[in-house]
């Protein structure tokens, strides 16, 4: 069966893609809870979004947690959020390290998601 070069490369470039898609995307490592957006605010002093829930009915009992924002991919948490709020959406929320606040900080947050009910 002969292939011409188009259809090698389209092949090529799809197995890439498709590999790069399963190899690297973060594996899950803390608690994960759903719950509404009861606000966000973001400071100009500090590197942190506080994100305020709409219970504490999670792992951790807790209404309020963080985005560091110095991290690589907290712009799009942050803009995950806000969607959420304006959407009225629930959010999904993953936490670093369970529970395990950071002194003068708070839980942070490691991803985001937003839900379709």
Known sequence: MLLNMKTVSTMIAAVSVTASLLFSAPAFSGAQFNDTVAGVRPYTTVNLVYVNTTSNNNPCGQQTFVIDTTESGAKYS????????????????ELRNNCTSIPGIGIKLQSVTINNF
């Open 78 to 93: 942050y803009a995950a959020l806000l969607a959420a709020i304006v959407s009225n959406k629930t959010v999904t929320f």
